[in-house]
């Protein structure tokens, strides 16, 4: 079982960045593996911005490549998000996503297995 636990959300003026962290929280360490960023804003669905698997390979989708960066800390478990040069567009709740033996970038909602609470994210003047 794997518990996720996201912070560093909050309120920032646009052009500011944050940098959003995921906290694995299991004793199981996986070979195989697939850990990414979704965000909900409000009135839309759940959508996928970025993922990376065990081997180190990413994916960013492109209403955010070039702002935002995706990576992992393998020691301390940890995915991190840093989100550069916000938009209002970016206000969201951002959620953490986990998919045990499996190491792929796709970015379908339906195919995660393990999800965060969220953390809010604020772009505004």
Same mark, same amino acid.
């Given at each position: 079982?794997?518990?996720?636990?996201?912070?560093?959300?909050?309120?920032v003026?646009?052009?500011? *960045?944050?940098?959003?962290?995921?906290?694995? &929280?299991?004793?199981?360490?996986?070979l195989?593996?697939?850990?990414?960023?979704?965000? &909900?804003?409000?009135?839309?669905?759940?959508?996928?911005?970025?993922a990376?698997?065990s081997?180190?390979?990413?994916?960013?989708? /492109?209403?955010?490549?070039?702002?935002?960066?995706?990576?992992?800390?393998?020691?301390?478990?940890?995915?991190?998000?840093?989100?550069?040069?916000?938009?209002? /567009?970016?206000?969201?709740?951002?959620?953490?996503?986990?998919?045990?033996?499996?190491?792929?970038?796709?970015?379908?909602? *339906?195919?995660?297995?393990?999800?965060? &609470?969220?953390?809010?994210?604020?772009? *505004?003047?």
């Open positions: 079982q794997v518990q996720l636990v996201e912070s560093g959300g909050g309120s003026q646009p052009g500011g *960045s944050l940098r959003l962290a995921c906290e694995q &929280q299991t004793r199981r360490t996986y195989y593996y697939s850990i990414g960023w979704f965000r &909900q804003a409000p009135g839309k669905e759940r959508q996928g911005i970025a990376i698997t081997s180190g390979q990413t994916f960013v989708a /492109d209403s955010v490549k070039g702002r935002f960066v995706i990576s992992q800390d393998n020691a301390k478990k940890t995915l991190y998000l840093q989100m550069n040069t916000l938009k209002p /567009d970016d206000t969201a709740i951002y959620y953490c996503a986990f998919r045990a033996n499996v190491a792929s970038l796709l970015l379908e909602e *339906s195919v995660w297995t393990h999800w965060g &609470q969220g953390t809010q994210v604020i772009v *505004s003047n």
